[in-house]
């Protein structure tokens, strides 16, 4: 069993910065893919990024290639999210999910951290 818990969402003007952080509890964490999905209101969830347990691979949506960077800490149990020139479009969401089962899904979710961009 997995539980993951997110942090670093918060207020943010257009072209500024976050960083989140997924937080993992269980010693199976570092086995997993791992990916960041978002939700915005009266959206479905779509995918952002994901890192494979060896973080070697990394793959990105193409609406944040260039601006998002996946990584992880293994030691730490940790995923990280560094999104930088955020716009406005970016708001929603943010959710770290482990454990991928299929191409975009996963059996492990965290309850999610809320980013605003306000331009």
């Known amino acids: 069993q997995v539980q993951l818990v997110e942090s670093g969402g918060g207020l943010v003007q257009a072209g500024g910065s976050l960083r989140l952080s997924c937080a993992a509890s269980?010693?199976?964490?570092?086995?997993?893919?791992t990916a960041w999905f978002r939700q915005a209101p009266g959206k479905e969830r779509e995918f952002v990024a994901d890192?494979?347990?060896?973080?070697?691979?990394?793959n990105y949506a193409d609406s944040v290639k260039g601006r998002f960077t996946i990584s992880r800490d293994n030691a730490k149990n940790q995923v990280y999210l560094q999104m930088n020139s955020l716009k406005p479009e970016d708001t929603a969401v943010y959710y770290c999910?482990?454990?991928?089962?299929?191409?975009?899904?996963?059996?492990?979710w965290g309850q999610g951290t809320q980013v605003t961009v306000f331009s």
């Open positions: 999910a482990a454990a991928r089962t299929s191409l975009r899904e996963y059996r492990y």
């Open positions: 269980g010693r199976t964490f570092s086995q997993y893919t």
């Open positions: 890192i494979f347990w060896s973080a070697l691979t990394t």
